[in-house]
């Protein structure tokens, strides 16, 4: 089994709908991260958890809310989906050791807004 | 100034050769540097850690890391076909202690 997993693994959403990407892991990592990708901009930190406690935004914020229920489970929403919120979004986890926040990612879910 | 720049390529290589792939940073508080792999439409996988000046060898790989130049590169020996991938460079921000990911350099290893 996967450490990481997301669902959906793909999305096709309407203009203004709620949308909720989950995420879930088995490493057993404190720390959680939602990026999104788009062609030519790279990886993007939408929101990141260091722990059940701790939630903080990231560069690109606007538009989603998170919720981390669990150690293991971390959750991206978007209240109302727009199309330029279309684009791969990726989950990861680390567990910081010393200086060192290895991130390990799950699959993706390739979201599609009309 | 981004914070982390990478040249986008695509760089192409023939099979065999050492394919060298670059990658600045802005924020001299970084100490950690990290190469992921990322296949079209797959997730980033890690290749390579670094945390001290120098350089670390696994593999087939080799990262260098100079913190006066704000400098990090990663080498492939032999390039393969299955190097084929695009090239992330991240360094951990140092004052939050989360990644911030260079745009990424596509490879093409020719055979």
């Known amino acids: 089994d996967a450490d990481v997993t997301q669902t959906p693994r793909n999305r096709i959403t309407k203009t203004g709908k709620r949308i909720m990407l989950e995420c879930s892991q088995t490493?057993?990592?404190?720390?959680m991260y939602w990026y999104r990708q788009d062609p030519g901009l790279g990886l993007r930190l939408i929101y990141y958890s260091f722990d059940v406690k701790d939630i903080n935004k990231g560069e690109i914020s606007d538009g989603y809310s998170v919720s981390r229920q669990a150690q293991a489970k971390f959750s991206l929403s978007l209240e109302s989906a727009i199309p330029n919120q279309t684009a791969l979004y990726f989950c990861?986890?680390?567990?910081?050791?010393?200086?060192?926040?290895?991130?390990?990612f799950g699959p993706g879910t390739r979201l599609t807004v009309l | 100034q981004k914070e982390v720049e990478q040249n986008s390529g695509p760089l192409s290589v023939p099979e065999g050769a050492i394919a060298s792939l670059n990658c600045t940073y802005s924020d001299r508080g970084s100490q950690s540097f990290f190469w992921y792999r990322q296949y079209s439409g797959k997730s980033p996988e890690l290749i390579m850690s670094i945390y001290s000046n120098g350089d670390k060898e696994d593999g087939r790989f080799t990262a260098q890391l100079n913190k006066a130049s704000q400098y990090v590169s990663l080498l492939i020996r032999d390039s393969q076909p299955s190097d084929s991938a695009t090239y992330l460079c991240a360094a951990v921000r140092g004052s939050q202690g989360n990644l911030i990911f260079g745009k990424g350099t596509k490879l093409s290893v020719k055979p």
């Open positions: 490493k057993g990592h404190d720390r």
């Open positions: 990861a986890t680390s567990d910081l050791q010393g200086s060192a926040d290895t991130q390990y």
